[in-house]
């Protein structure tokens, strides 16, 4: 059985830094790309952060460069985002999604995780 799970969401202040995790299991967590998304309300769904299999290759929306960072550690099977500068536009919630396209497209996403910015 696949599982994603999120943790590391909350309440934090405008300028304030949170720290995103997502542990994977049930598929080779190693082999896959990993992602985090969010879906603000009243915007289209936002590809926040995007990290190769290995950890080598990094990408990240414009709206969150210089201030999130995304990392990941195979052998715990764990994917951080590190987000610093928290404003209250990162208001909402975070998804964990883990990708491969080879012969078939396999996706696995997670339940999502709350990020409140609010003074």
């Known amino acids: 059985q696949v599982d994603l799970v999120e943790s590391g969401g909350g309440l934090v202040q405008p300028g304030g830094s949170l720290r995103l995790s997502c542990v994977g299991s049930?598929?080779?967590?190693?082999?896959?790309?990993m992602s985090w998304y969010r879906h603000r309300p009243g915007k289209e769904r936002e590809l926040v952060a995007l990290?190769?299999?290995?950890?080598?290759?990094?990408s990240y929306a414009d709206s969150v460069k210089g201030r999130f960072t995304i990392s990941r550690d195979n052998a715990k099977n764990t994917m951080v985002l590190q987000m610093n500068n928290l404003q209250p536009a990162d208001t909402t919630v975070y998804y964990c999604?883990?990708?491969?396209?080879?012969?078939?497209?396999?996706?696995?996403w997670g339940q999502g995780i709350q990020v409140n910015v609010s003074a």
């Open positions: 999604k883990a990708s491969r396209y080879l012969q078939s497209d396999e996706e696995y």
């Open positions: 990290i190769s299999s290995g950890g080598l290759y990094t």
């Open positions: 049930g598929f080779s967590f190693s082999e896959f790309a």
